[in-house]
């Protein structure tokens, strides 16, 4: 069963898992901007940074594991409390969302959900609205209930086309809130955002409609494989293979397949 994997941050990994991930089954993956690990002091950083995963990573993707690569760009929240940094970055990011493997914003969001993460927020919502790419959207680490309240008021408020965000790192606090508004939901499947099984349990709850499994796979302890488990376990639990499918390919598919960029064949 092919899979996509919209949230792989493999500019942390070594080539030998895109070889593991592609065995496992994933043809295709989306590498997000995102914090890594360490705060960028200068703005210099993120164009090498952004450079680094539209170009490198696309071709190692590629060269290494014969895998589809793409990418979304962004100022990740936590860095955006660095207010002059942040103005020189997110003035810059509609430069890149024309390169060939961006296929939209992200991840942006909430970190400590203060006001210069919020400034951030609003502009690049903006800007993928005004340019009608798909947007990821990061929800915070702590009191995250109350953070997804506060994206989906902003969401709400800017009147930005919902089919065309997904709000990740759910779990069992904040799905009821996501599930308000006709944005994609999304389960980061990783130590401490939330794990296979209860994830499955929601879907079972929930259904899979707008229903979207990621990895998260970076610097930290994590699994780029965590994918194609969670369709094992799934299948194990006695899911029908199609359901399964809609969950792990046909959902994200459908997601980015609204960029003009990706260019992936189902």
């Given at each position: 069963m092919?899979i996509?994997?919209p949230?792989m941050?493999?500019v942390?990994?070594a080539?030998?898992?895109?070889?593991?991930?592609?065995?496992a089954?994933?043809?295709?993956?989306?590498?997000?901007?995102f914090w890594s690990g360490?705060?960028?002091?200068?703005a210099?950083?993120?164009?090498?940074y952004f450079?680094q995963i539209i170009?490198h990573e696309?071709?190692?993707a590629e060269?290494?594991?014969n895998?589809?690569?793409y990418?979304t760009i962004?100022l990740?929240p936590?860095?955006?409390n660095y207010?002059?940094m942040?103005?020189e970055?997110v003035e810059?990011v509609?430069?890149?969302?024309?390169?060939d493997?961006?296929?939209g914003?992200?991840?942006i969001?909430?970190?400590?959900?203060?006001?210069?993460?919020?400034?951030?927020?609003r502009?690049?919502?903006?800007?993928?609205?005004d340019?009608?790419?798909?947007?990821?959207?990061?929800?915070?680490?702590t009191d995250?209930p109350a953070g997804?309240?506060?994206?989906?008021?902003?969401i709400?408020?800017?009147?930005?086309?919902?089919d065309?965000?997904i709000?990740?790192?759910?779990?069992?606090?904040?799905i009821d809130?996501?599930a308000?508004?006709d944005c994609?939901?999304g389960?980061?499947?990783?130590?401490g955002?939330?794990e296979?099984?209860?994830?499955?349990?929601?879907?079972e709850e929930?259904?899979t409609?707008n229903?979207?499994?990621n990895?998260?796979?970076?610097w930290?302890?994590?699994?780029?494989?965590a994918v194609?488990?969670?369709?094992?376990k799934?299948?194990?639990?006695?899911?029908?293979?199609?359901d399964?499918r809609?969950?792990v390919?046909?959902n994200?598919?459908?997601?980015f397949?609204?960029?003009p960029?990706?260019?992936?064949e189902?």
């Open positions: 092919r996509i994997d949230h941050h493999m942390s990994r080539a030998d898992d895109y070889k593991r991930a592609r065995r089954g994933i043809e295709c993956c989306i590498e997000p901007a360490q705060d960028k002091q200068h210099g950083a993120f164009f090498d450079e170009e696309t071709d190692r060269r290494t594991a895998m589809d690569h990418v962004g990740e936590k860095e955006a207010r002059d942040a103005e970055v810059r509609p430069e890149y969302l024309d390169r493997p961006v296929v914003v992200g991840e969001g909430f970190d400590q959900v203060t006001d210069d993460e919020e400034w951030a927020f502009e690049q919502l903006e800007i993928a609205e340019r009608e790419l798909p947007v990821i959207v990061h929800t915070p680490h995250k997804t309240e506060r994206i989906v008021e902003i709400e408020e800017m009147g930005v086309t919902q065309r965000i709000i990740d790192h759910n779990t069992e606090n904040t809130i996501s308000q508004t994609w939901i389960f980061t499947l990783y130590p955002k939330i296979a099984d209860a994830a499955i349990d929601l879907l929930y259904g409609d229903m979207i499994f990895s998260a796979a970076d930290d302890p994590s699994d780029p494989l194609p488990k969670a369709r094992d799934m299948l194990d639990r006695g899911w029908d293979r199609e399964v809609k969950v390919f046909e994200p598919y459908e997601f397949d609204q960029s960029n990706f260019d992936y189902a």
